[in-house]
């Protein structure tokens, strides 16, 4: 769990991070597309996710479904984007650092 403190470093640096998925109108939260959140997540630690309109899901639901499905951390939902977080087990690829 990350602190209130932590939680507003991660905003600071999301702020400046393009988006790197969206959800489109036929865009499903299943087991392909959470492996590539994955694989995103070990890569960066931190990513911004777009939903467009039409989509079955509000941005709500896609960062709890996806934050509970990869174990991460929701950062921020606004409007239509959500940050989600990830520490890297990895002491050697961890780039950010909010302890």
């Not at 959470?34 to 941005?59: C, F, M, P």
């Not at 499905?69 to 780039?95: A, C, H, M, N, W």
Request: proline content about 3%; glycine content about 6%.
């Amino acid at each position: 769990m990350i602190t209130g403190k932590q939680r507003a470093r991660l905003r600071a640096i999301a702020n400046g991070c393009k988006t790197t998925f969206r959800f489109g109108k036929s865009t499903e939260i299943d087991s392909p597309l959470v492996s590539e959140v994955e694989r995103a997540l070990s890569a960066r630690e931190l990513i911004k996710l777009r939903v467009l309109n039409g989509s079955d899901y509000t941005a709500r639901e896609a960062a709890a479904e996806l934050s509970a499905r990869t174990g991460s951390e929701i950062v921020q939902i606004i409007g239509t984007r959500f940050v989600l977080y990830k520490k890297s087990p990895d002491p050697l690829k961890r780039k950010i650092d909010i302890d």
